[in-house]
Nanobody, 128 residues
């Protein structure tokens, strides 16, 4: 049973920070990449940030242009928990944020189809 559990969403004012957390279990263990996507009402799901690796010690980190410099993705040493530190939040960051896991080694494409397992999402609301 694959499972990803997100937490840390909430309501904040513009300029404030939030830290999202995603824990993986079950079939997601053995994955090679974790990412955050978001979906605002009436919009398509979009890539936010991702961290991926192969069987080497190094890993890849990618950010969407809209969040680069404000958001930071990180993982624990086992790669089973991924975090998204969000700073200088803007009203346009308001969305449901989803965690996703990928089973293919190597740098992950920044598209939803590249990821196999998904969490239920956590709401982030930024007021102006």
């Amino acid at each position: 049973q694959a499972q990803l559990d997100e937490s840390g969403g909430g309501l904040v004012q513009a300029g404030e920070s939030l830290k999202l957390r995603c824990t993986t279990s079950g079939r997601t263990l053995g994955h090679y990449g974790l990412a955050w996507f978001r979906q605002a009402p009436g919009k398509e799901r979009e890539f936010v940030a991702g961290i991926s690796w192969n069987n080497q010690p190094t890993y890849y980190v990618d950010y969407a242009a809209a969040v680069s410099g404000r958001f930071t993705i990180s993982k624990d040493s086992a790669g089973n928990t991924v975090y998204l530190q969000m700073t200088s939040l803007k009203p346009e960051d308001t969305a449901v944020y989803y965690c996703a896991a990928r089973l293919i080694a190597g740098r992950a494409p920044q598209v939803a189809d590249a990821f196999t397992f998904w969490g239920q999402g956590t709401q982030v609301t930024v007021s102006s």
